[in-house]
C-alpha cells in the first residue's frame, strides 16, 4: 500500500472515530504531498467545525440526540457554503455523529416515561441516514401505531420515500403509493412538498407545473393527478367510520368552497376526498349508486375550475381524463 493511501485511510479512519486532533495532524504531516491536497483542507474544515462543537457529543439530557441532530444540519449547510466537497471526508465525519445521534436518541427514548414523538421521529431520519432501513422503517410504522390521532407529514413523508426507493418490488411500490394517499389525505394543509424525494411523487409534481399550476397550489393537485394519470391509484381499504368521516369533511369542504378566495385550494381537496369514497363504493361496497352521484359532482367541480381563465386548459383535460377513469371504474361493477 502506498504512502499516500495509507495517509488517507488513517484520515477517514480518524474521522470515523470522531479523532478530530488526529485527522488533523496526519493531515498536517503530509501538507507537502500534492496528491492529498484536494482532500487536506476539506478534512481541515471538517475537524475545526466538530472540534468547536466537542460539547455536543456528551450526552447531558434528553434533547441531546435533538441538539446534534441540529448541528450535524448546520455542517451540510456549512459544506455548501465552504465548499466541502470531498465524499470520503464527509461521510467519515457523518458516520461517527449520526452514531452518537442514533445513540443519544435511543437513551433519550429509553428515558422518557412515555415515548415522547419527536424524539421518535428523529431517530427515524437518523436510521435512515446511517443506512439502517429495516430500522427506520420499524421506528416509523411504530409512531404510527403509537400516535394514531397525531397525523404527521414527515412519518408519512420518510416511509413513502424508503417504500418508493425498492423500484424492483413492486409490493413495497403499493405501499408507497398508500402511504402517500395517506399523506395527502390527511396532512395537505401542513406538508413541505419539498421534503419529499420520491421519484413516483417527483413525476407527479412535473405534470402538474406543466399545467402552468402556481407553485403554492401543486401541493394540493398532486394527488388529483396521480389518481388520475398514474402513481397514486392504490388505497387502503376503509373503515365504515373513517368513511363517515370522510363524508363530513366532504360536508366541510362543500361549504368552504362557497368562498370564492379559496375556490383554487378547496376544489382539488375536495376532488381527492370525493375519490376516495368513490374508491370506498367501487371496491368495497360495490355498488354504483352512490359513485354515479360522486361521478357527476367531480364533473361539476371541474366545469366550476374551467371558470377561473387561467385554467380553462387544464380544466378541459382534467375533466375529460376524469370521465375516462371514472366510467371505466364504474363499468368493473
Request: proline share 2%.
Amino acid at each position: 500500500m502506498s504512502e499516500f493511501s495509507q495517509d488517507e485511510k488513517n484520515i477517514l479512519q480518524n474521522l470515523k472515530a470522531g479523532h478530530w486532533s488526529e485527522a488533523e495532524q496526519i493531515a498536517f504531516a503530509i501538507d507537502d504531498n500534492a496528491k492529498l491536497t484536494l482532500i487536506l483542507d476539506d478534512v481541515l474544515k471538517t475537524t475545526r467545525f466538530w472540534q468547536k462543537r466537542s460539547d455536543y457529543f456528551t450526552y447531558t439530557d434528553t434533547k441531546s440526540g435533538a441538539k446534534l441532530f441540529a448541528e450535524w444540519e448546520d455542517f451540510v449547510e456549512f459544506c455548501l457554503e465552504y465548499k466541502v466537497y470531498n465524499q470520503k471526508v464527509f461521510f467519515a465525519a457523518k458516520s461517527y455523529v449520526f452514531n452518537k445521534i442514533i445513540d443519544f436518541l435511543s437513551r433519550a427514548s429509553r428515558d422518557s416515561e412515555n415515548s415522547n414523538k419527536e424524539v421518535l421521529v428523529l431517530l427515524a431520519y437518523a436510521f435512515y441516514e446511517s443506512g439502517m432501513i429495516s430500522r427506520a422503517v420499524e421506528t416509523l410504522e411504530f409512531i404510527l401505531g403509537r400516535f394514531p390521532d397525531e397525523d404527521d407529514f414527515r412519518v408519512y413523508t420518510l416511509l413513502g420515500d424508503i417504500y418508493s426507493e425498492s423500484v424492483n418490488d413492486p409490493q413495497k411500490i403499493e405501499l408507497a403509493e398508500i402511504i402517500f394517499n395517506e399523506l395527502f389525505l390527511n396532512c395537505i394543509n401542513t406538508l413541505d412538498l419539498d421534503s419529499i424525494e420520491s421519484p413516483i411523487i417527483l413525476k407527479i409534481i412535473d405534470l402538474v407545473k406543466g399545467d402552468m399550476f402556481p407553485d403554492s397550489k401543486v401541493k394540493y393537485w398532486v394527488p388529483v393527478y396521480g389518481y388520475l394519470y398514474g402513481g397514486l391509484t392504490i388505497r387502503r381499504n376503509l373503515r365504515y367510520d373513517e368513511y363517515k368521516k370522510l363524508h363530513d369533511k366532504i360536508s366541510y369542504l362543500e361549504n368552504e368552497l362557497r368562498g370564492v378566495e379559496s375556490t383554487e385550494i378547496i376544489i382539488p381537496q375536495l376532488l381527492n376526498v370525493y375519490f376516495w369514497v368513490f374508491d370506498y363504493y367501487i371496491y368495497q361496497m360495490k355498488t354504483s349508486g352512490g359513485a354515479q352521484q360522486i361521478y357527476r359532482r367531480v364533473l361539476e367541480l371541474f366545469a366550476m375550475l374551467y371558470q377561473i381563465h387561467s385554467y380553462e386548459e387544464s380544466a378541459k383535460a382534467l375533466g375529460l381524463q376524469s370521465e375516462k377513469v371514472l366510467d371505466n371504474l364504474l363499468q368493473t361493477i
